[in-house]
């Protein structure tokens, strides 16, 4: 355990070594020099700040404190003139009548004098008191601050000693990368190119599948086999929410080459044609895993996003598989809320829609069959006007041959023997014939 005592207030705490190599883990080269560097000349200012206090106060206090002895000895002094005054005046007043007043006095001036050198002496053995103390307290003091220059002399030690170690370790941690750097280089070279892209995609496929059973258990991760659009992504992840939601979705592309490949390829290549695969298969993300460019800093450094040229684009190396996946997931996940709102607003629309729909089309089929009926109606009605007529027409045949029969009875009636034998003499002598006969 470790004991650090604020110079400030004076508390001490204990840190373990745990917690200590945590504190020490934390800092780097530069920044751990200029932190000693803060932390020396914090306690030198804390060192000179506190001598120049104890100094100040023990100056202070020793003013105070002859301040307040040469006030009670001007007092003593004070009365002591005065007893003088009133002695020498009883001593002028008596001194013819009472001798033996005068040696009365003389004897209590000897023992005022006595007092004053009495004091005198206690005022300076207060004063010798006094700066002992303090010199005593500056001496605690300086031991403090040789105990805190001793601890953190101390804990430069230490810092060196764990600086070190953090070295070395970080030194075997950079050997064994480029050991293993060596080694994929090497399967690199004795690789197709074809195989190289394929061992980058198994890669990335074991890689999810060792936590497909634990964190993604919804998830949907598997190669995109559908070329009907000319191109195709490497493999697609969706997730749905426990309602069925979709609340992510993500295409993926696999790129890498040989060193030995002439022709080297740039990420840039690929996005294009990356952002035209997510769109037709209806994906929210793109994502780039790449090992072209091995020597571009802007892409080893961690995830790159590239939405400032195609919209929600990233590009990542095979290491940051995982954290990219999680953390897309996590960001989605915090806006499923939102979406299924969303959807159960936009379901809500379409329902709307669909009873829109129903009811145009109702009134289009009401319309239709209004128009129609309206149609027959009026077909019905002139058929029955042409009707009408026909029997209008039909009547006043019928009126016309019934006058005509009327005509024809009434001359049937009037017709007679008389009639027929006018301007005929040959029947006329024929129905005379008859009547005679």
């Known amino acids: 355990m470790q004991e650090i005592k604020c110079p400030n207030c004076g508390e001490v705490f204990q840190v373990d070594e745990s917690s200590y190599d945590s504190i020490v883990k934390q800092v780097r080269d ?35 404190e002859i301040s307040k002895k040469e006030s009670e000895i001007s007092a003593l002094q004070e009365k002591l003139n ?4 009133n002695k020498k005046a009883a001593v002028t007043e008596a001194l013819a009548e009472k001798e033996r007043e005068l040696s009365a006095k003389s004897e209590e001036i000897l023992r005022l004098r006595s007092q004053i050198d009495s004091l005198e002496a206690s005022k ?5 008191e006094a700066v002992n103390e303090k010199e005593k307290e500056i001496s605690e003091q300086k031991e403090k601050i040789a105990l805190l220059n001793g601890q953190i002399e101390t804990n430069e030690k230490t810092a060196q000693l764990k600086e070190q ?18 080694y994929y280089r090497d399967l690199k070279a004795k690789q197709s190119t074809k195989m190289v892209g394929e061992t980058l995609e198994q890669h990335c496929e074991i890689e999810f599948n060792k936590l497909r ?17 000319g191109s195709k992504g490497d493999f697609i992840f969706r997730e749905n929410a426990p309602d069925g939601t979709e609340f992510i979705s993500i295409m993926f592309e696999m790129k890498n080459e040989m060193d030995q490949t002439a022709t080297k390829h740039k990420n840039e290549d690929f996005f294009k044609e990356l952002d035209k695969d997510r769109r037709e298969k209806g994906c929210e993300y793109a994502v780039l895993v790449s090992l072209l460019e091995a020597d571009n800093e802007l892409y080893n450094t961690g995830i790159v996003d590239v939405s400032y040229k195609y919209p929600k684009m990233y590009v990542i190396r095979p290491q940051f598989f995982i954290p ?7 960001a989605a996940m915090n806006s499923l809320q939102y979406k299924q709102e969303l959807m159960q607003i936009r379901n809500q629309n379409i329902d709307i829609s669909h009873f829109e729909e129903d009811m145009n089309d109702f009134k289009e089929k009401f319309s239709r069959n209004y128009r129609l009926a309206s149609e027959k109606f009026k077909k019905a009605i002139d058929e029955i006007d042409k009707t009408i007529d026909h029997l209008q027409k039909t009547k006043e045949a019928l009126l016309s041959s019934e006058n005509n029969l009327r005509l024809a009875n009434n001359k049937a009636e009037e017709l007679s023997i008389k009639r027929l034998t006018r301007n005929n003499p040959t029947m006329a002598a024929k129905f005379e014939e008859l009547n005679n006969n």
């Open 30 to 64: 530069k920044e751990f020099s200029k932190e000693i560097a803060e932390r020396e000349s914090y306690y030198l200012n804390e060192k000179e700040t506190a001598v120049k206090l104890a100094k100040a106060q023990t100056s202070e206090e020793l003013t105070k």
């Open 82 to 85: 005065q007893e003088e005054i």
């Open 124 to 128: 300076k053995l207060a004063v010798n």
């Open 165 to 182: 170690t953090l070295k070395e370790s970080y030194e075997e941690k950079l050997k064994g990368k480029d050991e293993q750097i060596a």
């Open 213 to 229: 059973a634990t964190g993604f258990q919804n998830a949907y991760f598997e190669k995109d086999n559908d070329a009907r659009s």
């Open 324 to 330: 990219m996946i999680t953390l897309l997931r996590n």
